[in-house]
Antibody, heavy 119, light 108 residues
């Protein structure tokens, strides 16, 4: 089955760090760019970060640049998001999504993992 | 940054009716890289339309997308009970990728 499964969401204090993981299966993981998209409670969707299939190039939204780092391990079919200096406004469900450059959109989404930043 | 404005914010319709959702961009969306997603409560978004008008795999033909440049439309013909949800447009023509604020299609 073609799917993405996120993990790692948790409650963390402001200023803290957290790492998320996304496992891909059922497709050739290394052939696809991947992204993180988040959704604050009751709010809309916000693109966070993207990474090329090789992992050589990463892109970030201004709201997380310098604090979040995307990486991937294609041998394990895994995508990662390291989040540092977390703020209350980072509280959200974090989705990983597949981004085929052929159609230039997010065609497959995971179920999401919840990150809560609160003291 | 391209700002996407969706209208209306909420649409109240009955099953069998047609829904027309609008998405207006603050700048031209390059290569018509405009997509539409459906999201139901507690679920991840699902891709419906990409490239402004191409249905994603498995999407029923009652869903159609149109438009170019700065004005795009999602039309849902003959609403089914499972179509009542929130719909988002999203552009990948210019970084940063951005989403509209969503249109909720509710049951009248």
């Amino acid at each position: 089955e073609v799917q993405l499964v996120e993990s790692g969401g948790d409650l963390v204090q402001p200023g803290g760090s957290l790492g998320l993981s996304c496992a891909g299966s059922g497709f050739t993981f290394s052939s696809y760019a991947m992204s993180w998209v988040r959704q604050a409670p009751g709010k809309g969707l916000e693109w966070v970060s993207s990474i090329t299939g090789s992992g050589a190039i990463t892109y970030y939204a201004d709201s997380v640049k310098g604090r979040f780092t995307s990486s991937r391990d294609n041998s394990k079919n895994r995508l990662y998001l390291q989040m540092n200096s977390l703020r209350a406004e980072d509280t959200a469900i974090y989705y990983c999504a597949r981004f085929p450059t052929s159609i230039h959109t997010f065609d497959l989404w995971g179920q999401g993992t919840m990150v809560t930043v609160s003291s | 940054e391209i700002v996407l404005t969706q209208s209306p914010g909420t649409l109240s319709l009955s099953p069998g009716e047609r829904a027309t959702l609008s998405c207006r961009a603050s700048q031209t969306v390059g290569n018509s890289f405009l997509a539409w997603y459906q999201q139901k409560p507690g679920q991840a978004p699902r891709l419906l339309i990409y490239g402004a008008s191409t249905r994603a795999t498995g999407i029923p033909d009652r869903f159609s997308g149109s438009g170019s440049g700065t004005d795009f439309t999602l039309t849902i013909n003959r609403l089914e009970p499972e179509d009542f949800a929130v719909y988002y447009c999203q552009q990948c023509g210019s970084s940063p990728w951005t989403f509209g604020q969503g249109t909720k299609v509710g049951i009248k």
